[in-house]
């Protein structure tokens, strides 16, 4: 995104700013999709399975006037087990660790009880809080003003909170919302190199491509009951090779990302393999062994191992 350098009211050049911006909202409202819209890479995976995101992933957003640090967070639910305690103690907590927060909601949508229960939960925070209505392409022209709003009503009498639209599919209105968000940033430095987009840990990132196959080819209960471990990378000449473990918690999803013959893992591999060619410019040998550790989600040292520890 190309703006000129801004000015101060009395045309002396803005300072540049920047800071860390958290992506909050309820599950499945396009967190990921906006944060790889925004940064112009897939740093996120991306799926129509709620409760997607697990990690607090940081992506770099770096214009003339400001770096951003974007904090994709897990989505704002009602848990169920430890694991899903955790994923929603690690979004609440990146409330009060941001220098501003973007609400995400569905807009296409009217306004419903957790976007209430979210709204309540940041009107308790000091922090600068943008209300963002995604899913714009997916919004009749006629819906727009009954759906704004449903959620400014959200937001009287007491909150003023900036409104827009964007369209995380699309990219309309991204730019001004980035814009937007910047402009309440504190001034300072580079954080990061310019051209970075993320500092996700390399195993963090192939676990996270394997997992996004997962959601994609899998139903039911399958995708929510499923880590994966990255136990080994090894460059090999032009090669890279990585070994992974999936870890599921019952024998009959062990079977199910098997597949007859091999097939559905094979499937899931490939897929995988791909997206990792991406990230290492180069060919990829990857291999895959599925383990059940029976009740994983609810136990505490099986979801440190794992890496949810929900800070």
């Known amino acids: 995104m190309e703006l000129s350098p801004p000015s101060d009211v009395d045309g002396a050049p803005s300072p540049f700013r920047s800071g860390f911006v958290a992506l909050i909202g309820r599950p499945n409202v396009g967190k990921s999709t906006l944060l790889n819209q925004l940064v112009g890479e897939k740093v996120a995976i991306t799926s129509p399975v709620a409760q997607t995101t697990r990690n607090r992933l940081r992506a770099i957003l770096t214009t003339p006037q400001a770096q951003l640090v974007l904090l994709d967070t897990p989505g704002i639910h009602k848990p169920h087990h430890l694991l899903g305690q955790r994923l929603v103690q690690s979004a609440r907590g990146a409330i009060g660790e941001v220098d501003v927060v973007l609400l995400l909601v569905d807009g296409s ?27 714009a392409d997916q919004v009749a022209p006629d819906q727009q003003d009954d759906l704004l709003a449903s959620y400014q009503a959200l937001l ?12 995380a599919l699309t990219g309309a209105g991204c730019p001004d919302l980035v814009e937007a968000l910047a402009a309440d940033l504190p001034p300072g430095p580079h954080l990061y190199p310019a051209d970075a987009v993320s500092d996700q840990p ?3 990132l192939l676990g996270e491509l394997i997992r996004e196959q997962v959601l994609h080819h899998t139903r039911e209960e399958v995708p929510h009951s499923v880590a994966v471990r990255v136990e080994r990378i090894v460059e090999d000449g032009p090669r890279t090779a990585v070994l992974a473990t999936v870890v599921v918690e019952r024998s009959s999803q062990k079977g199910i990302l098997i597949g007859k013959g091999g097939q559905m893992l094979r499937t899931i591999g490939q897929g995988a393999r791909l997206q ?7 060919p990829v040998y990857l291999e895959l062994f599925v383990k059940v550790v029976p009740n994983w989600r609810s136990h505490p040292g099986r979801l440190a191992e794992l890496g949810y520890r929900g800070d």
């Open 156 to 167: 009287a009498p007491a909150l003023t909170w900036p409104l827009h639209r964007c369209s």
């Open 276 to 282: 990792m060619q991406k990230v290492f410019d180069g």
């Open 109 to 135: 949508q009217p306004a419903g009880r957790g976007d209430a229960f979210i709204v309540e939960l940041l009107s308790q925070s000091r922090t600068p809080v943008h209300l963002a209505l995604n899913k």
């Open 202 to 204: 390399e195993q963090l």
